[in-house]
């Protein structure tokens, strides 16, 4: 339960660290525990070919428990198509993606989401005509019991869990800054905005793997800064695993552990940041030119 | 006391926080009372855009949060109205009304189910196409058998009695659909809060988002089609005591199916109530402008559907709703304007790189 010391207009008194300690212990409640060792998400020799045009050729990758790893490439690389391949999308041709030890090659991203693998997209994927809250509580819906009846009647374990999972998103609108909008339509917010509705919905689910697919596309500067900053915080703060596409080369370097270079379907390099930085082939291929990343 | 108020705490965001309270007194006083001041004639019109809606509230789940489409509702309505009514009858079953009314709504669901297992994995024009050719089988098998649908011969329906209570009049048989569609609203309005109720709804709005949050989007749309069939099928149970007797099946031939699908279309997919306003509006329209002249319910749906498309899917309610929220909303973005807790020192902070990266 949030306690809360407030202003007789009802603004909370208490310092920002000492409420986001507390968001962070709910959140931290509320999801599953986090995986601390080895790879929770593993692709072995995958292909992907969509008629004439191969996509991936034998890619393997691995990421890591609570790493961020960043998956990156020029345009056309191959790196969205690999996204889908790890979440359920698309079925490869041949190779094999694990996840938390199970495989999960032919598996259905709903069936991936309940072992903890959820997802952000390119462009928002967010329900603009709903408010914030409900945007975010759709990614708290496998937390939630209840069939249809018991959910819809709020019966007192439907309603215990949804009144947890309502508290989760509160603690989430606050880590991300979206605390006085939840009753304002996700339509009507900046896309600034929209992008940390999709962050913080992904996280709800119960989330011990998070892709986040260019989540700054779209935004200026500072602003991708902050979202960044605040997935960092929030990957180090809960010990998530995340994999992030990203085309800022700078962040990337930056903020992940461990990084895979695609280039036209193909894996050129692997390796932490300082040996990727100074693979040539990164350069030639990502840069088309000769200098540092 | 304290466990009643605990209880009823559970159900309080059930009403809008766009809506006033007074809207909700007027709309149950007016719904109430109109029985009591108006002629038998209005009231049984009354009575009929209510069963209207309730069929068109189906759709409204099914197109409107299911991101579905069918046009063999008004098929389903009219199986509904020839398999109750030929069980209420005397010369067909002779069961009580629940019961017979039961039976009609199970046949509305499975014929519902049948279509939902393919349409699932179909898209669009498929689904139209498909449910279009349900219509017409159902027209040119249901609808033509004489047995079910009474043929030439004049069928008689008693109208139901529950608890000691008759409903024969057209006045006590308002206030029981009435009722029937105040608990429909209720219940979808639960529905529509609940976690069942969102996913659908994201399901219709994103399906690969909902499935990469462990929503499976066949899942639910083969539920928005079960809950269209069901309602499909309490308004056609509704629909035989209400007449007394079979109805024309002209009344459920597929450019009825059209005239159902304009009512959610035109009131939008928000707003329940807005679409018992446009029933009510379809449906009293023709009567209330006939001293004037020929206004057909379907010219009124035909304008419907393209109106509301053309204002999208938020339709008349939506507008409405806009107008009622964009104060409060504007009032919050301003406040989160000003509060920014979590906002990054953008010069001081680790990741300082990225700022100067995008900046480039």
């Known amino acids: 339960m949030i306690t809360q010391r407030t202003s007789p207009d009802g603004v909370d008194l208490r310092a920002p660290e000492e409420r986001r300690a507390e968001a962070l212990a709910i959140l931290e409640d509320h999801l599953p525990e986090q995986v601390k060792s080895g790879a929770v998400l593993e692709a072995r020799n995958v292909s992907k070919a969509f008629g004439g045009l191969q996509a991936l050729s034998d890619i393997s990758l691995q990421v890591g428990a609570a790493q961020t790893t960043g998956l990156i490439g020029p345009n056309g690389a191959g790196k969205s198509t690999m996204f889908d391949v790890l979440n359920g999308f698309t079925i490869p041709d041949t190779g094999t993606v694990s996840a938390f030890g199970q495989d999960v090659t032919r598996s259905s991203p709903w069936v991936r989401a309940k072992l903890g693998m959820s997802r952000t997209f390119q462009a928002n994927h967010i329900a603009m005509n709903m408010s914030v809250e409900e945007n975010l509580l759709i990614g708290a819906h496998l937390c939630l019991e209840g069939g249809l009846f018991q959910a819809a009647l709020r019966t007192p374990k439907a309603y215990s869990t949804e009144r947890s999972a309502r508290e989760a998103v509160r603690a989430v609108g606050y880590l991300l800054d979206l605390e006085p909008l939840m009753t304002v339509r996700a339509g009507v917010l900046d896309f600034g905005s929209q992008r940390r509705i999709e962050i913080g919905r992904s996280l709800l689910g119960g989330a011990r793997l998070v892709l986040l697919d260019e989540a700054t596309a779209g935004l200026d500067a500072v602003e991708a800064h902050g979202l960044l900053e605040l997935v960092k915080r929030l990957q180090i703060d809960l010990g998530l695993a995340v994999l992030i596409i990203e085309h800022h080369v700078r962040s990337v370097m930056n903020m992940c552990d461990m990084i895979y270079v695609l280039d036209q379907g193909t894996l050129i390099c692997s390796g932490p940041p300082s040996v990727v930085r100074n693979d040539p082939q990164v350069r030639e291929a990502y840069l088309g030119e000769e200098r540092s990343v | ?360």
């Open chain 2, 1 to 360: 006391m304290n466990q009643i108020k605990s209880i009823l705490s559970r159900y309080t965001d059930a009403f809008s926080p766009n809506v006033p309270w007074w809207a909700y007194v007027v709309a149950a006083a007016v719904a109430i009372g109109w029985a009591g001041v108006v002629s038998t004639t209005w009231v049984f019109l009354g009575t009929a855009a209510f069963i209207t809606s309730i069929a068109a509230l189906g759709l409204l789940v099914l197109v409107g949060w299911g991101g579905e489409v069918s046009l063999a509702h008004a098929a389903l309505v009219g199986t509904a109205v020839y398999i109750s009514g030929y069980a209420m009858r005397n010369d067909g079953f002779g069961w009580p009304f629940l019961a017979a009314g039961l039976l009609g709504l199970v046949v509305a669901v499975g014929l519902s189910a049948l279509v939902s297992l393919p349409t699932a994995k179909l898209s669009g024009i498929y689904v139209m196409v498909l449910t279009l050719g349900l219509q017409v089988t159902i027209e040119r098998t249901i609808f033509t058998n004489s047995k079910l649908s009474g043929g030439v011969e004049s069928r008689y329906v008693t109208r139901p009695r529950f608890l000691g209570i008759s409903f024969d009049s057209d006045r006590a048989y308002y206030y029981l659909v009435l009722a029937v569609l105040v608990l429909t609203i209720a219940a979808l309005t639960l529905f529509r809060r609940s976690r069942h109720g969102r996913a659908l709804l994201f399901v219709g709005t994103d399906r690969r988002a909902a499935a990469a949050m462990g929503i499976s989007p066949y899942r639910y749309k083969i539920l928005a089609f079960l809950i269209a069939g069901a309602l499909a099928g309490i308004a056609g149970a509704l629909t035989t005591p209400l007449y007394r007797s079979p109805p024309t099946s002209l009344q459920y031939i597929s450019v009825q199916s059209l005239f159902l699908l304009a009512i959610p279309v035109t009131a939008g997919f928000e707003s329940l109530v807005g679409v018992v306003v446009v029933a009510l509006v379809f449906t009293m329209t023709p009567h209330a402008a006939a001293s004037i002249g020929e206004v057909s319910p379907l010219i009124l749906a035909g304008a419907g559907l393209t109106i509301g498309t053309y204002i999208g899917p938020g339709g008349f309610s939506g507008v409405l709703l806009d107008f009622l929220r964009s104060k409060r909303e504007s009032a919050l973005l301003g406040m989160a304007r000003e509060e920014n807790p979590n906002e990054v020192d953008v010069e001081s902070t680790p990741l300082t790189g990225v700022a100067q990266e995008h900046a480039r």
